[in-house]
């Protein structure tokens, strides 16, 4: 059914608040077979909500609203609703029973404008809200439904998944089942080039290629009668996939690639040891992001001046004055003393110019040597990244040292 | 003037990304006096993209769109827009040399889909993004002015803050003048409670507080006929503001504490090392974000195991096993024998729970120990943060590192 999410609140057209709540009702809508079209956000104005309904209707079955529910004069959306389904505002008493009790329950003094919290379109069917107070509402004319639901996510998030979603589920007509692959070491116009020959004409399931952080994916979806036909239909698409990229494929189900080193590492035993420069602890910091990787991790160090490698990796002085500091003499000098320092299995260094501004003309900001050390073997990789800005560098020299080390590990 | 923020991307519709974007665009246009009057989001597709931007037109003069400007077949935008417009595509030739240059650059292969990316309405003024490769354009008829661009946040952001905002403001009628009083070791409710006889019936400048990652700044904001006589009307209010909570404020011009702490330390040549356990390496790595901290920054040591306490830092069996490593007791050691090691003016240890699960009962996720010498005097500090997550539970961590290294350099 083609849906419309429609969130109101001025403070989310004042940017105060990010729309989580888009998010969330999305993805849940999604999973459950129901294709959103739109977002639409409005501030707490009866007009212009009033034309986003009508907007809103015109290709779409059903609207989901949040926000604009609360006891305050702001709060109109009910009103506003009404009106554009030609209803008219009743007071629910049991609400009112409701309500009053909530109240002394709590030992606030009651307000009659709480009272305007008992009032519904005469044809309303309620949605509880257990966690707050302002109950939500379900409106049907002529096949077009709305359901309304409060703000605040959490009150939001539970009357979705206790009293929205299992009303959407018994009128669906197919369940959707979406996987992300996901990919180092390509590009997302190369990715797209080779996925190009099952991307050409597709109709279910579909293939789409995205970009995020450095870093390429390809969501493969399909919408069947069940979930497991519409699961075994992606299952067989992504096979295809692999089949054609594998070799950059580090994960099926959306995972990170920090995730999946960080458990090849813990569960292979792999002890893992490192020695960053340019990165000053960005990969240590981002590898640790790992929960249990305490179990493998052993050590960082941030050799970042000239002394603290020679004192804490012994690279020689030798080396630093005729290579410089960034070069993959002083790349392997790195990982070889910090192996001899550690014993971990794994080690890695690297050293490079972060940025902005270039080293001299043969040292770029963005050119990064890492060194790796694994069974016994060194070898040191040499990277070039535009130079966008001195944490994107460093990002993506963090991202290319996941990827040789998952490269090694795999 | 109003305006309309339209996002667009299947992957919003899909709820697999927070529309960051709108709320972004939201609040710099708050800033600098747009109406934003509504957010719409739709996804690849030409014809409800096209129907939005007749809606979005209908009461707006003034539309931002991100997203959509890839070279991927589903990167539908420029055309759509184009099209609206009665504006024809033509190959921008600098676009293309640059796309060109920039392949050339990283040596990855050049595909022609690329080149999708040079194409552009004809009467567009181009935006550059030297941080991806989909430039943005402005286009103007009869009025209305559509300003697009791409959809990752960074290149957004950028591109928003060099090309989009300086074109806005010098669109404006009045000018706004506002600055962000940046403020650390205080809560929301309590800055405003402090702020209350300033808030209370403000007309212009106005106050604002609000708080975002753990930390609270105050908005003061003025529109005048001219930027200077705006920006005087701030600053007056800004000094009110510092007379009443100066003792917490470390930025009245919007600044990072990392940012505040490295050019003090950079300035008064404060050298300084770090030994971590767990926020392991995030302190580091957000510490050399600052750019020139190379000359103070001597060294990390990301000391996670007992084993890599002891040889680094020299922190006892004995103290490990009498008081366990997440104890002041080893955030002392760890700290002086930093100390010892490196010789740096300001040394820093950390040693807590990062969580996501509790050590113990009585070492709860989010708990850590702050060691800090500076000036011969070594003091730690005890934290207790909220368990959220472990990476959220690291930043607060690293966060009141930075704090309390400013409150010593000061």
Known sequence: MKTAILTIGTE????????????????????IGYDVMYHYTVGDNPGRLEKLLGIAFEDCDLVLTTGGLGP???????????????????KFPEVEEWLRDLWKGTGMTWTDNNLTQAYFPSTAELLPNPRGTAPGFRLEKNGKVIM?????????????????KPYLESRTDGRICYKIVRTYGIGESALETALLPLIDGQTDPTIATYCKEGECMARVTSKRKTYEEAEAA??????????LVGDYVF??????????????????????????SCTAGMFASTLCSVSGISAVFDRGLVTYSEDAKKKELGVRAETLEKYTAVSPEVAYEMVAGLAAKTGSRLCLSIT???????????????????????????KVVELRTRNV?????????????????????K
Chains 1, 2 share one sequence.
């Open 12 to 31: 989310i057209l004042f940017g105060q608040v990010v729309n989580t709540n888009a998010a969330f009702l999305s993805e849940q809508l999604q999973n």
């Open 72 to 90: 305050t004069q702001d709060d109109l959306t009910k009103e506003t609703i009404c009106k554009y389904f030609g209803d008219e505002m009743v």
């Open 148 to 164: 309304s639901m409060p703000g605040p996510p959490r009150e939001m998030k539970s009357m979705f998944l206790d009293y929205v």
């Open 234 to 243: 992606v299952d067989e698409m992504v096979g295809t996939v692999k089949s």
């Open 251 to 276: 994960s099926c189900d959306d995972e990170e690639l920090v995730e999946v080193l960080g458990k090849i590492l813990i569960e292979n035993n792999i002890t893992i040891s490192v020695a960053e």
């Open 352 to 378: 490079g110019v972060a940025g902005p501004d270039d080293l001299s003309e043969d040292k770029p900001a963005g050119l990064a040597y890492i060194g790796l050390r694994y069974k016994g073997e060194v």
């Open 389 to 409: 800005d001195r944490n994107n560098n460093r990002r993506k020299m963090v991202l290319r040292m996941l990827s040789e080390a998952y490269s090694l590990v």
